[in-house]
């Protein structure tokens, strides 16, 4: 059964920083495309980040490109999300997607607050 878990959310301080976890279960993990997505309330969900098997060809959005990396490793079946520079509007519930397919985390709540 494919479970994706995701944790590290919580609340930071703008311009401070925050690694999410993705923990995965149940696939072949190596062989698939990860990404993660946001969505902030009354928003639609938007694509953040994705990496490819290798963990050799990153994609981000414009939005978080040179503040936020993707990274992932076979040894542990998990993909990350370090984000740096944190703006208010970063704020959003962060989830974990199996690209291709209908698989996703329950997701992790980010808040960027003074």
């Known amino acids: 059964q494919v479970q994706l878990v995701e944790s590290g959310g919580g609340l930071v301080q703008p311009g401070g920083s925050l690694r999410l976890s993705c923990a995965a279960s149940?696939?072949?993990?190596?062989?698939?495309?990860m990404a993660w997505y946001r969505q902030a309330q009354g928003k639609e969900r938007e694509l953040v980040a994705q990496?490819?098997?290798?963990?050799?060809?990153?994609y981000y959005a414009d939005f978080v490109k040179g503040r936020f990396s993707i990274s992932r490793t076979d040894d542990f079946d998990e993909v990350y999300l370090d984000m740096d520079s944190l703006r208010s509007e970063d704020s959003a519930t962060y989830y974990c997607?199996?690209?291709?397919?209908?698989?996703w985390g329950r997701g992790t709540q980010v808040v960027v607050s003074s």
């Open positions: 990496i490819n098997p290798l963990g050799d060809e990153k």
């Open positions: 149940g696939f072949a993990f190596s062989e698939y495309f």
């Open positions: 997607f199996l690209v291709g397919t209908n698989y």
